[in-house]
């Protein structure tokens, strides 16, 4: 997340690290579907340490492995920082952490 301070009369902004961004599988237009550490900055939501969700690999949907991490079956193809309109965002599903840092 950004936040902004002033100091005589000059705007800083403070950017936090990637590490403390949530982790989300973002569900956009058209069925693609992207995994990462999420932010919004001017109404675009930007994914860093993103990856495409090719194969899911659950037998349970996407929660399965939002709370339990990927499965031996999942694939995931890694891909740069990627910036979405944020009316192009389906919806939003938040991970549990330390179920993806296996």
Known sequence: MESEIEVNGRTYRKIEPVESRPLRICILERGRIVVGRVT???NYLVIHDA???????????LGEIATGGPTADT?????PTTRVHELRVVEQIDCEVTSWNK
């Open 51 to 61: 990856s495409c969700i090719r194969r899911w690999g659950t037998t349970a949907g």
């Open 40 to 42: 919004l900055e001017d």
């Open 75 to 79: 694939v995931l193809d890694p891909q």
